[in-house]
């Protein structure tokens, strides 16, 4: 009984790594990684977006979200294992699909070939990724330093002052709205191309893409709107 378990689990793990090791394979694992990372965007932005309306909420929230074990010891190593996973494949696809290119495009034709957010997808990534490592230096390093590096106590009313304060600065409010510029280019052909990777090509397709298109205009909207708000309001 347990050889034959093993043996599943091998052949299951094996599967797995020729699945990843082949091309539809890693666009496959990178669309599901990308849509993972969407549901979080959404889920971040809805408590962010709260604090527009009311300071005790948002703080009661992000208390909760910050003291959960099930979110801090279980959802947060999750994260952070798809969002260098998905990056890290984007990375891999690209520098694939460069050296499968036998013959390069004899004359730049700009759009006419392919639009220009697919063909730098690796860019706007890049970026968005440098503003996730800003990101995670305003937010996760103080965090991870306030709670088990100096060990302080809890003080469910600190998050909010905390978030507005990083909206003092003009020059980090910039690179913000830059940075939500270019994860929304990212979005926009991203998101609906993680279905048709995954093989999604139905009747409810146009409707998908018009959702992924007005998603990736929204959600980065509403992120710039939150960080005009709060840099606003500390004026």
Do not use: C
Request: glycine share 6%; net charge positive; charged share 10%.
């Amino acid at each position: 009984m347990l050889l034959r378990v093993y043996a599943l689990i091998l052949l299951y793990k094996l599967n797995t790594m020729s699945l990843i090791s082949s091309t539809i394979g890693r666009k496959v694992a990178m669309a599901l990684s990308g849509l993972f990372l969407v549901v979080f965007l959404t889920q971040h932005f809805t408590i962010n977006f709260i604090s527009v309306f009311s300071e005790d909420t948002f703080n009661e929230i992000s208390h909760f979200m910050g003291n959960n074990p099930l979110v801090q010891f279980l959802l947060q190593p999750i994260l952070i294992f798809g969002v260098i996973f998905h990056f890290l494949m984007g990375f891999i696809l690209e520098m694939q699909n460069r050296k499968s290119r036998a013959v390069q495009y004899s004359m730049y034709k700009g759009g006419a070939n392919a639009p220009w957010v697919s063909r730098n997808m690796i860019w706007s990534g890049a970026v968005v990724l440098s503003f996730l490592g800003l990101h995670f230096y305003d937010f996760w390093f103080p965090e991870m330093n306030y709670k088990y590096l100096e060990v302080l106590p809890l003080d469910p009313n600190r998050y909010y002052e905390e978030m507005t304060h990083k909206f003092h600065d003009h020059l980090r409010v910039i690179l913000y709205i830059v940075s939500f510029g270019f994860l929304a280019l990212h979005l926009y052909h991203g998101f609906a191309s993680s279905f048709q990777s995954m093989g999604v090509n139905n009747k409810y397709s146009p409707s998908i893409k018009k959702f992924a298109i007005s998603f990736s205009v929204v959600i980065p909207l509403g992120f710039i709107f939150i960080a005009l708000f709060h840099h606003i309001n500390s004026l």
